[in-house]
C-alpha cells in the first residue's frame, strides 16, 4: 500500500490545495488502490521547520520526495499506479 505523507502547516493557501488534490486523487483510485494518507504540520518539529520551511507543501510517497509547493494531480495519480 503506497504512503502518503503531506508535510504543510496552518494558514498555507498551497497546503490546502495540495490537500484538496491529494484527497481527490485517492478519492478516485480507493477502488482500485488503497492508499494511506497522513499530513504532518511542521511547526510542531523544529527539525521539519529548518527542513521544509520554505517549500511547503511538501508530498513524499513512501519516504521519497514526490514534489513540493504545487501536486500535478496526474502525476500524483500516476506515481501512485506505479507502486500499486
Known amino acids: 500500500m503506497p504512503r502518503i ?3 504543510s502547516k496552518p494558514g498555507c493557501h498551497l497546503c490546502e490545495d495540495a490537500r484538496s488534490v491529494v484527497d481527490d486523487v485517492v478519492g478516485r483510485l480507493e ?3 488503497s492508499v494511506s494518507v497522513e499530513e504532518i504540520d511542521i511547526l510542531g518539529d523544529p527539525a521539519l521547520q529548518t527542513r521544509y520551511g520554505e517549500e ?3 508530498v513524499l ?3 521519497k520526495m514526490h514534489t513540493y509547493w504545487r501536486v500535478d494531480p496526474a502525476r500524483l495519480e500516476k506515481a501512485l499506479k506505479e507502486l500499486s
Request: no cysteine.
Open 5 to 7: 505523507t503531506l508535510y
Open 31 to 33: 477502488a482500485s488502490i
Open 56 to 58: 511547503i507543501p511538501v
Open 61 to 63: 510517497i513512501d519516504g
